[in-house]
């Protein structure tokens, strides 16, 4: 399974952006999905998850009410869709994703930053 993340970029505080992870190759094994972020000098952290079905997500305290995951199984999808977003957002965000068989597969990431 290979995962490539898009979408980050600049923006000013208050602002949004909606970056996106495309997966390809043995798709049919995919299960639970999840962003994770890690800002410089830190350790990665979990942003927001969701199940396989896409019913169930859980988000880290720090970005309840402002970000929402989601994913589109027939584009093999994932998207963070980021708002109100703070300088302390900034980071370096990667998606993963897990296998029924308990494989764990990571991006190479997707730079986000939020000027004050």
């Known amino acids: 399974v290979q995962l490539v993340e898009s979408g980050g970029g600049l923006v000013q505080a208050g602002g949004s952006l909606r970056p996106s992870c495309a997966a390809s190759g043995s798709t049919f094994s995919i299960n639970a999905m999840g962003w994770y972020r890690q800002a410089p000098g830190k350790l990665r952290e979990l942003v927001a998850a969701?199940?396989?079905?896409?019913?169930?997500?859980n988000y880290a305290d720090s970005v309840k009410g402002r970000f929402t995951i989601s994913r589109d199984n027939a584009k093999n999808t994932m998207y963070l869709q980021m708002d109100a977003l703070k300088p302390e957002d900034t980071a370096v965000y990667y998606c993963k994703l897990r296998t029924r068989d308990g494989m764990n597969y990571w991006g190479k990431g997707t730079l986000v930053t939020v000027s004050s």
């Open positions: 969701i199940t396989s079905g896409g019913n169930i997500t």
